[in-house]
């Protein structure tokens, strides 16, 4: 994974550079030919490689025949990225593969981003009612809050505890801690979320090698597999979804991975989850199974998700504090959890972990992918 | 933030008339003769206890061709005949018709000020004109007030920048943003008789059980389901949020799990109750392509 941020160097660059520390990060016998075919996820990086940006990426790789292709989903691309290349190995068809994940958002100015930020709901219904993506998370969250009490407050918990977690993250866009008060007291963006209940724009791009387990034996003594891939979809607009304080794409996602895994979400030990708003870490508590629905708020506030709590939720920083390039975020999360599996994660580490669960949801929740990994 | 519209209904025998004499409307910047036309109409018509389908013609003054399409889909009155500013306003219908006012924007007696709005009469085919229903609406501000010269060049400057074509704005292609005129301007929804699931906008075949569905209307105040205060949205809506600071977008929730979403005008965020009625109004929404798209906003019932 190259380092998360406000990035100067190039779409090629951050590709290249996350491509070579994950070939490097495999433990023996590894060499880039082995590499058949490639899936990298991105939203399209203010357009002006819409086209062929699979080969862009083989090319800056230094795998220049290996076919290859953009897979996109808005913010769910890379994990959606990971899934086709699982079914692809699943399949016998490939035994090694690339997955990869690269946005650069921040070379683009403000009304260009809002343009990239706000075609993956519902542009003729939901957008030309006034609504980009802080809006309607904050529809979810407005909607949370009549339903069950959540607060304003709870929503800061997620905040604080992820740039906690950023702060151990050498590679997160942030690695400040924050505050309660300073969190509550930002300014609005799309009432209720405020300032620092919304992720910020962020370059960065994130390499994972799949292989088969033939081939996995042979290439570490330590693998980390998958053990389960769900994915579903559900209505553009968030408000033509039967529940607007539950995303249905994250409940069957979960559990048609976690049936494949053959575990339920009380063996996961660490998650990474889709928090590009502080609700929606909150609404992925509860639709993942780790708490009640309803619940969240409470739940975000108690302990339970920090490292040190029951099950800890983006150690990494999450999108909140890591970053979130569009991407890239699918696959990000997956490295994290690489590190986890493998207690190779230095500062942030969850003790024993064996057992994670990566969330990546694309938009406000029309798309979901959801994997368990386990060492 | 915005002024209160006047409702002006007159009694069946008086012919129609213009906002009171003397008075300036200095109306927001998604408010227009369209607009009120559209409502102006649909009040004539109501209290004319009349179908809307059943209007033989529209005569329409003062207004460009814009607004004459957007009232024909607005009232759903296909097999209009349509005559522009016809010479004989006032005269006797020939049929079952609408006749519309709707003067465009100028400035009068020297005041600086704009004003729009429209009145509508329904009339009967009779040798002697026969007023069924006549309604009239407009924006009201009953003298001119400190700044509102400048309120006025602001609204204008922001209208300008709205036309011009916006960097980045989501480019939704005309054709596709008039195939769903109808849906908009009537609030059209998909009701399947089998599953009793709703859809707006409507879809010929159920989503959810396969059958085919029939058409409603959902022009009828709704409750309010989820809002937000936007500081930060779509780059087509910053001339509103220049112009007049965050606005506020709400769901609405009507029967059948149909839910539909839009600016909610003159609200207080932070007086809103779950559950409160609003109704559906009929606004300019955003520009593109130095052309203003309207669609469905909402108000609290009965303002």
Known sequence: MSPFGDRKETPRALFAAAVSECFESVDRDFEPKMVKEAWIGNLGMGGYQLGNLGTLGVEAAGLQTVPARRVENACASSGYALRDAYLAIRSGAVDVALVGGLEKMNDLSRAHQRYWLGVSGDTEWERSAGLTFPGTYALMARRHMIEYGTTQEHLAHVAVKNHANGSKNPKAQFQKAITLEKAMASANVCAPLRLFDCCSTTDGAAALVLASERVAKRLTDAPVWIRGSGAASDALAVFRRDSMTRLDATRRASEAALKESGRTIRDVQVAEVHDCFTIAEILALEDLGFCKKGEGGPYAASGATAIGGRTPVNPSGGLKAKGHPLGATGAAQAYELFLQLRNEAGARQVAGARVGLAHNVGGSGASCAVHVLEA | MAQVLGRLVFPADVATGAAGAGTVGVCDLDEDAAT??????????????????????????????????????????????????????????????????????????????????????????????????????????????????????????????????????????????????????????????????????????????????????????????????????????????????EYVVAVVEYEHGIRVAGILRDADPNRLVAGEMVEPILRRVFAQEGAWRYGVKFRHAGT
């Open chain 2, 36 to 245: 009120f036309a559209v409502e102006a109409a649909r009040a004539a018509i109501a209290q004319a206890a009349v179908e809307p389908a059943s209007i033989q013609r529209i005569v329409v003054h003062g207004a460009g061709a814009g607004t004459v399409s957007t009232l024909q889909t607005a009232l759903g009155t296909a097999a209009t005949q349509v005559v522009e500013n016809a010479p004989d306003p006032g005269g006797p219908g020939s049929c079952l018709e609408i006749e519309i006012h709707a003067p465009r924007a100028g400035k009068r007696d020297g005041v600086i000020g704009r004003q729009a709005g429209a009145t509508a009469t329904v009339k009967t085919p009779a040798a002697r004109p026969t007023i069924r229903g006549a309604a009239a609406r407009t924006p009201t501000q009953t003298a001119p007030v400190v700044g509102t010269a400048d309120r006025f060049e602001r609204l204008v400057k922001a209208e300008e920048e709205a036309l011009r074509s916006v960097p980045m704005g989501a480019h939704i292609p005309k054709a596709t943003w008039d195939a769903s005129l109808e849906a908009r301007y009537r609030l059209l929804a998909s009701l399947c008789d089998t599953c009793q699931a709703g859809h707006h906008p409507p879809l010929p075949i159920c989503p959810v059980c396969g059958n085919a569905t029939r058409t409603i209307s959902l022009w009828k105040p709704g409750r309010l389901y989820s809002w937000t205060s936007v500081a930060s949205g779509p780059t087509e809506f910053d001339p509103w949020l220049n112009t007049w600071g």
